[in-house]
């Protein structure tokens, strides 16, 4: 690295600003590079002083060594000239959200407790299967929604998770499994996508299901789900990335146009007053406009399904004729469709019971006999307090914990 390359010629400046609510601020005034697309982390270089070429070629390096690679020291980053690498440290981190408890269900389900730089916990789940392994990422910490059957609705909204926090969920279990591709210690020009299959890998499939509406915090859920599926990034598939919502009509066109995952709908309920008690956003976004945008949800497709989610609540929505309605509504839409039925997860104080497994049966065949796939979830990682809709309890126990430390320190204090 020449001492030239370090300085800012005036007006090769790369013009991308960096969105600084994209990044939480820390402490020690470094900026943390996890979240950043290309363009942004090539203004920052520019910003500490890169000229424009070296910024361009430098952030290239750097993108491909974080997201590709995984890597989470600067020294890793063989292709970098030595004297590079500590310019880079003194600057920036590579981020991962910090763990603060990682638990494992006798079923295989693994879940992690996490904790932003600001000190918000929330949680992420990997569900392993025969065929694939299932990443449960969440969103925000709480939810501004309050669906009455879930756990995560009973907490307040502290705040959207950045794209960082996002995409540092994927990047952490990566880690966790031993996952990041093992190719060559260089990147040489001629590298294809080949040297890095995900042949054999536990983690194959991203739902966007944990805590938080996915929608109502669009732009960073988008950003995040970009840098997973970029080629030189994590590199997953688009079809094998899954957006759950509970209904935000005006942001699913969006969805569907500026990200193009797999839609799911957590639907719940085929009349207006049931689904008013349970999911409360339907009063502002009713069944008809919202099955419309399904209809309309740019690149569904028999071969790309939406995927209704529908929880079953014992004599609530779980009568032979909801099974009817469900099948008439979709088929009026004309929705290429499928439904997973999920067997109510209780938590304490929860106003619900989940249906007997004999109505779930019952409900799943009528469906199934109007023609679209029903299957029934089962439910996972119960004994964590992992499984849909009980993401909160850990994080409650933690806060909990925490605030007993902070008063038997402030005690300590006084003695
Ligand atoms: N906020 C988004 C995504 C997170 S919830 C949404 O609502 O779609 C993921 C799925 O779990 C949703 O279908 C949700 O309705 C469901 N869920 C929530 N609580 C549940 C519970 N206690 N039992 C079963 N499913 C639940
Ligand atoms: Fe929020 Fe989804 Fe839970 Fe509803 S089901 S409260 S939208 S996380």
């Known amino acids: 690295m020449s001492a030239t390359s ?8 790369d013009p991308v600003t960096v969105p600084r609510d994209a990044i939480t601020a820390r402490d020690d005034g470094r ?12 203004a920052l270089f520019a910003e500490a002083g890169l000229d424009a070429k070296a910024a361009k070629l430098r952030s290239r390096q750097v993108y491909h060594w974080l997201y590709h690679r995984g890597v989470t020291e ?21 981020g991962r ?16 407790l996490l904790r932003t730089a600001d000190a918000h916990d929330f949680e992420m789940v990997f569900i392993p299967d025969a065929d694939r392994g299932t990443l449960c990422v969440s969103s ?19 705040r959207n998770l950045t794209p960082g926090e996002i995409v540092g969920q994927v990047m952490l279990a990566r880690d966790a499994l031993g996952e990041w591709p093992k190719g060559r210690m260089d990147v040489a020009e001629e590298e294809s996508e080949s040297d890095y299959t995900s042949d054999g890998r536990l983690l194959t499939n991203i739902v966007m299901m944990g805590m938080g509406e996915p929608l109502y915090n669009f732009e960073h859920v988008r950003d995040a789900l970009k840098l997973v599926m970029d080629g030189d990034g994590l590199a997953l598939s688009k079809r094998r990335i899954t957006l ?4 935000v009509v005006p942001m699913m066109a969006r969805a569907g146009e500026e990200i193009g995952v797999n839609l799911a709908v957590s639907l ?31 690149g569904a497709s028999n071969a790309r399904r939406i995927t209704f989610e529908y929880v079953m609540l014992d004599g609530k929505n779980d009568s032979d004729a909801d099974a009817r309605e469900l099948v008439r509504l979709i088929k009026q839409y004309r929705l290429p469709a499928k439904v997973n039925l999920i067997p109510f997860n209780p ?13 779930i049966k019952a409900f799943a065949q009528i469906v199934f006999d109007g023609g679209i796939s029903a299957p029934v979830r089962t439910p996972r990682g119960r004994d964590i307090d992992a499984a849909c809709g009980q993401l909160k309890t850990a994080a409650e126990k933690k806060s909990r914990a925490e605030l007993d430390r902070l008063a038997e320190e402030k005690q300590a204090a006084l003695d």
């Open 6 to 13: 370090l300085m800012t010629i005036p007006g090769h400046v």
């Open 31 to 42: 900026v943390d590079l996890i979240g950043l697309p290309r363009a942004a982390i090539a």
């Open 74 to 94: 600067f020294e890793a980053m063989t292709d970098i000239a030595k004297p590079m690498r500590p310019w880079l440290t003194e600057r920036f981190v590579i």
């Open 97 to 112: 959200p910090e763990v603060v408890e990682a638990q494992v269900s006798t079923d295989g389900t693994r879940k992690w």
């Open 140 to 158: 925000q910490v709480g939810c501004t929604l309050n669906c009455r059957f879930c756990h995560t609705g009973t907490m307040r909204l502290v």
């Open 244 to 247: 759950s919502t509970s209904g």
């Open 268 to 298: 719940h309920a085929t009349n207006k007053d049931v689904r008013d008690e349970i999911v409360p956003i339907n009063r502002k976004y009713g069944i008809e406009e919202l099955l419309q945008a399904c209809a309309d949800y740019p």
């Open 347 to 359: 938590w304490p104080g929860a106003p619900y019971e989940c249906s007997s497994p004999e109505r």
